[in-house]
Nanobody, 120 residues
Framework: QVQAVESGGGLVQPGGSLKLSCAASISGFSLYSMGWFHQGPGKQRELVATIGSSGFRNYADSVKGRFTISRDNAKRMVYLQMNSLKPEDTGVYFC??????????????WGQGTQVTVSS
């Protein structure tokens, strides 16, 4: 199971930036692909960014060119730099290990997430 602690969310105006952080307590962290999930108000959780164990990155079309995922294996940390934020980016963001073949979370357990609100 994963114990993830997400942080860095907040209220930001459209066009602004935020950097999210995730401390993931996973044994063998460096071997896992990691991802950030976004759950908009009243919507299902969706995968928006992944980073493989080799560092290969992939993004949902909705965030491509605006968000950047990164990781620090020594610290077991995953980051999401969010630029040019839009109101539709509003929601709770979670991190988890990812099964890249299925595009689904690897573990059933989730952290509390971090709330991002984009509004003027």
């Amino acid at each position: 199971q994963v114990q993830a602690v997400e942080s860095g969310g907040g209220l930001v105006q459209p066009g602004g930036s935020l950097k999210l952080s995730c401390a993931a307590s996973i044994s063998g962290f460096s071997l896992y692909s990691m991802g950030w999930f976004h759950q908009g108000p009243g919507k299902q959780r969706e995968l928006v960014a992944t980073i493989g164990s080799s560092g290969f990155r992939n993004y949902a079309d909705s965030v491509k060119g605006r968000f950047t995922i990164s990781r620090d294996n020594a610290k077991r940390m995953v980051y999401l730099q969010m630029n040019s934020l839009k109101p539709e980016d509003t929601g709770v963001y979670f991190c988890n290990a990812v099964d890249l073949r299925r595009g689904s979370p690897y573990f059933d357990s989730w952290g509390q997430g971090t709330q991002v609100t984009v509004s003027s």
